[in-house]
């Protein structure tokens, strides 16, 4: 791109610009929506991964700001994925503290088969 004269050197500012604009894009998704590596090369198979990732990623944003909680995005996805499968209402799981959330980690897990 530099090596081409016939542009002008605002518009070689403008490509580099854009360019650096994407590169910091992919590092946010990567840091963000944890892809560390794309599973495809072509462009649907990125788009798809992406979207993907912003669909998981965008309601833990909007419940982090709806309900103004304390900690990270990436704190809250860990207590998600803790507790994913336990029986307390997500407004219950993020008020309760650091005593309050190992003691329930340490329950027994349910029974799925009672006789």
Same mark, same amino acid.
């Given at each position: 791109? $530099?090596? /081409?004269?016939?542009?002008?050197?605002?518009?070689?500012? #403008? @490509?580099? %610009?854009?360019?650096?604009?994407?590169?910091?894009?992919? !590092?946010?998704?990567?840091? /963000?929506?944890?892809?560390?590596?794309?599973?495809?090369?072509?462009?649907?198979? @990125?788009? $798809?991964? @992406?979207?993907?990732?912003?669909?998981?990623?965008?309601?833990?944003?909007?419940? %982090?700001?709806?309900? !103004?909680?304390?900690?990270?995005?990436?704190?809250? #996805?860990?207590?998600?994925? =803790?507790?994913?499968? =336990?029986?307390?209402?997500?407004?219950?799981?993020? /008020?309760? /503290?650091?005593?309050?959330?190992?003691?329930?980690?340490?329950?027994?897990?349910?029974?799925?088969?009672? @006789?």
């Amino acid at each position: 791109m $530099t090596n /081409n004269f016939s542009l002008a050197a605002s518009t070689i500012a #403008h @490509v580099y %610009k854009a360019r650096w604009q994407i590169e910091i894009f992919f !590092k946010w998704i990567k840091q /963000n929506l944890k892809i560390k590596t794309f599973l495809g090369t072509s462009p649907n198979a @990125v788009m $798809t991964q @992406v979207w993907t990732a912003m669909c998981y990623y965008l309601p833990l944003a909007y419940i %982090k700001y709806q309900t !103004k909680y304390r900690f990270s995005i990436f704190y809250l #996805h860990r207590i998600v994925r =803790e507790m994913l499968m =336990e029986r307390i209402s997500l407004i219950d799981l993020l /008020n309760l /503290n650091e005593t309050g959330l190992a003691r329930l980690r340490c329950q027994e897990p349910p029974l799925l088969f009672q @006789v």
